[in-house]
């Protein structure tokens, strides 16, 4: 079992940056593939962006790609997404989870999910 938490969300106006952070509550160093998935009001669950457990594969959505940047850092079970040029569309409740197998977009591949944080932009 793996128990994820996420921070960081908050309200960033156009252009503006943020930096989400997820906490794993054991070890995922090298095992766990990570991603971050958002939801906004009405909208289905999509694809933001996700990395293998050694960080060597990365993947991100076509809407964030060159804007969005994930990271992780398996010394402290912890997986970041510095998002810059933030665009009011990306307001949403922001999730990461986890899952044992390789890097994945697809939200039915990871077992585990965090809280969720909420990022609002504004125009």
């Known amino acids: 079992q793996v128990q994820l938490v996420a921070s960081g969300g908050g309200l960033a106006q156009a252009g503006g940056s943020l930096r989400l952070s997820c906490a794993a509550s054991r070890s995922t160093a090298t095992t766990y593939a990570m991603g971050w998935f958002r939801q906004a009001p009405g909208k289905e669950r999509e694809f933001v962006a996700a990395i293998s457990g050694s960080g060597g594969e990365i993947y991100y959505a076509d809407s964030v790609k060159g804007r969005f940047t994930i990271s992780r850092d398996n010394a402290k079970n912890t997986v970041s997404l ?9 307001t949403a409740v922001y999730y990461c989870a986890a899952q044992p197998w390789v890097a994945s977009m697809s939200a039915v591949d990871y077992l585990y999910w965090g809280q969720g944080t909420q990022v609002t932009v504004s125009s």
């Open 82 to 90: 510095l998002m810059n040029s933030l665009k009011p569309e990306d």
